[in-house]
């Protein structure tokens, strides 16, 4: 079957988290995506958290599934002579290395655009270029704080808090695959590349912005009625930390089910959508809120709304979450069971849709790792495993012109 990237060849110049995601997911959608890997070791990732000796790390096969992989020490003469050679006859870079590496390695924009004018050259780093912490290395985490999120994320008592979505790096590889497509649109149009780049900072920035939505109410009126600090606690000039409320206009809170004191995930999302008011209290058992004008507008339940989550966490008291949400499904409240990794890891319905998938590792056998998030009615989305280092090296090399005798000579030198 044709892929959608059928035909495009990225030079998978990444490692870690964000670059990864990135290359992995247009390698999904049909990209021939060849990582360049220093030999002997590889991505920081095939060693880090490994759980079989030997063996790539789980962090690394969840990241660069559908890739070939290509050793090369693009720091000695005869590497660089055959990132050269790649970089002539393929259509886009990808790469996050610390500020500056690729400049020192001699392959700065200016050198790339020399050597293939079609080239796209794909950049994360922590902060945008000319961002007074432009020069800075950056991980997960530390974008999640430069971003808005940490500092709106946790309760209101305890320190900022980051998530586990990894919103600075796989979120930042997202965003940049997104660019990359945006300029291979335009190099069809213009016939020339183009260097497009995605700093974590901005990218989780641009996952905040409710948050920086509030920030602008709050500068104006000084408090944020779907915040739990509205009405009875104070506001500070900053948005707080919300603990669980909703984001929106409709509150919700994270409420304990049936076995919460020794199960850590036996709880659900509720969210009190305004317009399902009526829906909502019959399936709680509480007709009489319908028509109370106590209760019947969002305005009047503000000021109760935990009182409210109060009651609904005695509903369901003798209701473990799967059971409570099978009876609000049926009222229409948007609510879902706290899912834990264990539960998603066996979920049918996660694999019957192929978001998460079985494949084969040829040192590790079967694992279990994430399938497209997104589906296509003319694309089937096939995942394999990833590829052990330096994999398909000789292959890569044989199609570069190099033969067996040359190839040799470059392993014998650690070239690759
Ligand atoms: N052959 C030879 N050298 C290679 C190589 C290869 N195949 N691949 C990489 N290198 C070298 C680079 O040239 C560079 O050398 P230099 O610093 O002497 O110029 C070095 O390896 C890599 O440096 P760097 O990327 O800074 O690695 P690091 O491990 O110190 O830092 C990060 C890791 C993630 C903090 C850093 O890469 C970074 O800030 N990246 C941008 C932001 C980002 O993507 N962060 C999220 C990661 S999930």
Redesign the pocket.
């Known amino acids: 079957m044709t892929k959608a990237l059928d035909g495009i060849r990225i030079i998978d110049?990444t490692?870690?988290?964000?670059?990864p995601a990135c290359t992995q997911l247009l390698a999904w959608y049909g990209a021939d995506v060849i990582k360049?890997?220093?030999p002997g070791s590889g991505d920081?990732t095939r060693s880090q958290l490994r759980d079989i000796p030997d063996v790539d790390a789980l962090y690394f096969t969840q990241l660069n599934s559908n890739k070939r992989s290509l050793t090369?020490?693009?720091?000695k003469p005869a590497?660089k002579k055959i990132l050269e050679e790649l970089v002539r006859t393929s259509d886009v870079m990808v790469e996050?290395?610390?500020?500056?590496?690729l400049d020192?390695?001699g392959f700065s924009w200016e050198r790339i655009q020399e050597l293939n004018p079609r080239m796209i050259l794909a950049s994360?780093?922590?902060f945008s270029d000319g961002h007074a912490y432009e020069d800075l290395?950056?991980?997960?985490n530390v974008a999640q704080c430069a971003g808005g999120a940490a500092s709106t994320t946790g309760f209101w008592d305890g320190p900022p808090t980051v998530t586990g979505a990894a919103l600075?790096?796989s979120n930042t590889g997202m965003h940049l695959a997104i660019g990359i497509l945006t300029a291979l649109r335009m190099r069809d149009i213009t016939g020339r590349g183009q260097k497009v780049s995605c700093a974590?900072q901005d990218a989780v920035l641009n996952l905040c912005r409710v948050k920086l939505r509030d920030q602008l109410r709050l500068d104006r009126t000084g408090f944020l009625e779907e915040y739990p600090q509205y009405p009875h606690g104070k506001f500070g000039d900053a948005v707080p930390r919300g603990g669980n409320a909703g984001g929106g206009g409709q509150p919700g809170w994270v409420l304990k089910c049936k076995g919460w004191q020794t199960d850590p995930n036996a709880y659900i999302y509720f969210t009190i959508q305004g317009q399902n008011w009526a829906n909502t209290c019959k399936a709680i058992d509480r007709p009489e809120w319908i028509d109370d004008p106590a209760y019947n507008t969002a305005t009047a339940r503000q000021d109760k709304i935990f009182d409210i989550f109060g009651y609904i966490e005695t509903w369901l008291e003798n209701r473990t979450k799967f059971e409570a949400v099978d009876v609000l499904r049926k009222y229409d409240v948007p609510c879902a069971p706290v899912m834990s990794m264990k539960e998603i890891e066996n979920d049918p319905s996660l694999r019957a849709s192929g978001s998460i998938v079985e494949v084969e590792h040829k040192a590790r056998g079967k694992y279990l790792t994430v399938g497209s998030p997104i589906k296509f009615s003319e694309l089937t989305v096939e995942i394999t495993g990833s590829p052990l280092l330096g994999e398909h090296s000789d292959q890569v090399l044989a199609s570069l012109g190099y033969d067996s005798q040359q190839i040799a000579q470059l392993h014998a030198e650690k070239v690759v």
């Open positions: 110049f490692h870690v988290q964000a670059g360049v890997e220093r920081v090369l020490d693009t720091k590497g996050n290395f610390g500020p500056g590496a020192r390695m994360v780093k922590g290395k950056v991980y997960e600075g790096d974590m």
